[in-house]
């Protein structure tokens, strides 16, 4: 009789114990360091994507909705919660103590009352929350002197162009301080969304249409996103960093950017372009050159940015040796799908280049600051 006893107790400890095991996992979750450690590849760990520590004037105004909505639910869980142990501790059973409850049903008052209060404190809510939301989406006005930049989400990378400045870039965006950034978004493929949370909130980046992030930032460094929208594959491995700089170190890396590739004229460098205009040129784009196509990262100062792959690799030798082997080895891709023709490329295909091929396309890579 003993074992059925037990079975039945321990039975209804279990489900407590696994209950007490799934708030304790939902919780920890949230403390999950900053450390995106995807493979050890990624060094994005000592720069917390952090909405709550905003960067700018238009973040900041995202942080103080956000700290004013949430001590007014403090406020209203301090209040509900005490109400409820109250009613709990004060009407519980007692041994011994029949109490004889009195049934009450539609009371008017009461009733009139919670319909009332919530609507106001809803109403009260959302008079800062609307009129944030106006602001922060609001286009600079032409006295802002706003740097534009379009951004248009590819699977599974960020295409970055500068229509002032007249150049395109991959995952890796530069700006100003203290200039308002205005961003317009699109996609070449399915719904992306943009999102660095430390300058401004997401915004989706829909095939077919523009939608617009307005940011500032006031502080110099760097920032990292990802896209916030399921987008396939490697979403996982779409991120994006933005560089802040004073305005004249921004102006210089701008022209840098503008200036057309120099091509190299001897040694390995040479031999690498000739690979490259064998293999490469239906993809990426070199400018100045005759390596013109849309598919692929623009690729003209390579050399400049700090990482590639959806700013998941750094940009060192070794991972461009690999990427060069067997990209999908490094990010997962679907480039047995790619049909150019159809303007569909979904990753970089493995061409097949021999050790002699890569050591050249790198050093080619490589004069291309
Ligand atoms: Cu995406």
Redesign the pocket.
Known sequence: MSLPQRKGASRRHRRPLALAVLVAGLVLTACAGDDPTNLGRVVDGDVPQNSLNPAGPIADKVDSLFWLVFWMAVVIFVIVSFGLVFAILRFRERKGVTRSVRQVHGNTRLEIAWTIVPAVILAVVAVPTLSTLFEIRTAPAPEDDALEIEVI?H??WWEFRYPEYGFTTANEMHVPMGRPVYLTLTSAD?I??FWVPRLAGKRDAVPGRTTNILFETDEEGTFIGQ?A????LA?AD?RQRVFSHPEAEFEAWALAQAAPATLPTEGAALAGWEVFQTQCISCHAIDGTSATAQFAPNLTHFASRTSFAGATLDNTEEHLREWLRNPSSLKPMTPERNDLAAGRVLGMPDLGLTEQQITDLIAFLETLR
């Open positions: 989400g699977q599974w399915v992306h969304s896209c929208e399921f987008c396939g979403h779409m």
